[in-house]
T-cell receptor
Framework: GNSVTQMEGPVTLSEEAFLTINCTYTATGYPSLFWYVQYPGEGLQLLLKATKADDKGSNKGFEATYRKETTSFHLEKGSVQVSDSAVYFC??????????FGEGTQLTVNP | DAGVIQSPRHEVTEMGQEVTLRCKPISGHDYLFWYRQTMMRGLELLIYFNNNVPIDDSGMPEDRFSAKMPNASFSTLKIQPSEPRDSAVYFCATTANPTLNYGYTFGSGTRLTVV
């Protein structure tokens, strides 16, 4: 197939907890990988990206490492904040211009 | 830079009416994408343009949907006639060069409700 699969949500955490949102992909080649975040009532925003194997993307305390051997790009953050509450989308771009998105994972962080 | 501008933000219309959604891309972004977001199907790519030319419209659900990009500053997505199952949030996204992996810039979306 040619898809992106994310862990099912919703995910609910307490402030300062550790976050992992799993993402795996299928692709015939070596795609570029992305995480997008969508805050309530807004469009998606690029959070981080990685374009080749073993690259680590990072932004705002979030990190994800491109793992070719496990075809994964899991999103992590060491200490979440209430303001991180949003929907997170994993995405890939193989050849061409289109992005393929995962289903999205709703994260709620409670104070 | 005002970003990708979509209008209207919200649209409520009756079944059978024509609906037109609008998008103004970021200046210099040659690629424009229309996505639809629903709870059931997530984010679906409907169509995308490069230099105002439609490249891939395989995601357009049926003939009731049409999209145009008459110039580099403007695109429309039209639904005629609209149906309740078209209710969704429609996003426009643009990028300068996908192969450089800058990522897409999304607009704030149009929430369409067809009653």
């Amino acid at each position: 197939g040619n898809s992106v699969t994310q862990m099912e949500g919703p995910v609910t955490l307490s402030e300062e907890a550790f976050l992992t949102i799993n993402c795996t992909y299928t692709a015939t080649g070596y795609p570029s990988l992305f995480w997008y975040v969508q805050y309530p009532g807004e469009g998606l925003q690029l959070l981080l990206k990685a374009t080749k194997a073993d690259d680590k993307g990072s932004n705002k305390g979030f990190e994800a490492t491109y793992r070719k051997e496990t075809t994964s790009f899991h999103l992590e953050k060491g200490s979440v904040q209430v303001s991180d509450s949003a929907v997170y989308f994993c995405a890939k771009r193989t050849s061409g211009s289109r992005l393929t998105f995962g289903e999205g994972t709703q994260l709620t962080v409670n104070p | 830079d005002a970003g990708v501008i979509q209008s209207p933000r919200h649209e409520v219309t009756e079944m059978g009416q024509e609906v037109t959604l609008r998008c103004k891309p970021i200046s210099g972004h040659d690629y424009l994408f229309w996505y639809r977001q629903t709870m059931m199907r997530g984010l679906e790519l409907l169509i995308y343009f490069n230099n105002n030319v439609p490249i891939d419209d395989s995601g357009m659900p049926e003939d009731r949907f049409s999209a145009k990009m008459p110039n580099a500053s403007f695109s429309t997505l039209k639904i005629q006639p609209s149906e309740p199952r078209d209710s969704a949030v429609y996003f426009c996204a643009t990028t300068a060069n996908p192969t450089l992996n800058y990522g897409y810039t999304f607009g704030s979306g149009t929430r369409l409700t067809v009653v």
